[in-house]
T-cell receptor, first 113, second 114 residues
Framework: DTEVTQTPKHLVMGMTNKKSLKCEQHMGHRAMYWYKQKAKKPPELMFVYSYEKLSINESVPSRFSPECPNSSLLNLHLHALQPEDSALYLC????????????FGSGTRLTVV | AQSVTQPDIHITVSEGASLELRCNYSYGATPYLFWYVQSPGQGLQLLLKYFSGDTLVQGIKGFEAEFKRSQSSFNLRKPSVHWSDAAEYFCAVGTSGGYQKVTFGTGTKLQVIP
């Protein structure tokens, strides 16, 4: 299995809703990432998990809450989002050591109404 | 802090023609450099990477890139473009220490015409 699987593919939520994005990989990668990508922009790093511990939080608002229950699974819990949070949310994983590059999922397209 | 510049926002080439996408980086130490490709609405796929060794790197789908330290560049090339190569291409630089913080350039959109 050489894939990163993200669910759901599309999500529409209201500003008072609570929802979660899910990311799963079975490649044995011990680093996992959340990126946010606005239209016609590059991906921007949000969080990095290494060995199931949060190692980088790029000053992301608390309405985004990451969770890494085990080495294969990464969640992003969403609460009280704003319309400007609408974007493509990408999950990625990698082997230990930066030189390996990332394997990305195909993303969750989030629309906040 | 590291940064990446892709000076070309949009490039149009004819199918079968050669391609070169430009990338310049800024980083104090030896950088980790990557090229990724993204089709519309999709995630990113790693084309190739460089950290050390031979400065000409071969990747997937017939792409190659050349690292030139003196010019702080890592340009992507392909000798003959196919219509399926139309996509967004991102150059990225990663830090050599700490956890895997990768910064992406603003991207170059490639259009391929018959």
């Amino acid at each position: 299995d050489t894939e990163v699987t993200q669910t759901p593919k599309h999500l529409v939520m209201g500003m008072t809703n609570k929802k979660s994005l899910k990311c799963e990989q079975h490649m044995g990668h011990r680093a996992m990432y959340w990126y946010k990508q606005k239209a016609k922009k590059p991906p921007e790093l949000m969080f990095v998990y290494s060995y199931e511990k949060l190692s980088i939080n790029e000053s992301v608002p608390s309405r985004f809450s990451p969770e890494c229950p085990n080495s294969s699974l990464l969640n992003l819990h969403l609460h009280a989002l704003q319309p400007e949070d609408s974007a493509l949310y990408l999950c990625a994983s990698s082997q230990e050591g930066i030189g390996h590059g990332y394997t990305f999922g195909s993303g969750t397209r989030l629309t906040v109404v | 802090a590291q940064s990446v510049t892709q000076p070309d926002i949009h490039i149009t080439v004819s199918e079968g023609a050669s391609l070169e996408l430009r990338c310049n980086y800024s980083y104090g130490a030896t950088p980790y450099l990557f090229w990724y490709v993204q089709s519309p609405g999709q995630g990113l796929q790693l084309l190739l990477k460089y950290f050390s060794g031979d400065t000409l790197v071969q990747g997937i789908k017939g792409f190659e890139a050349e690292f030139k330290r003196s010019q702080s560049s890592f340009n992507l090339r392909k000798p003959s473009v196919h219509w399926s190569d139309a996509a967004e291409y991102f150059c990225a630089v990663g830090t050599s220490g700490g956890y895997q913080k990768v910064t992406f350039g603003t991207g170059t959109k490639l259009q391929v015409i018959p």
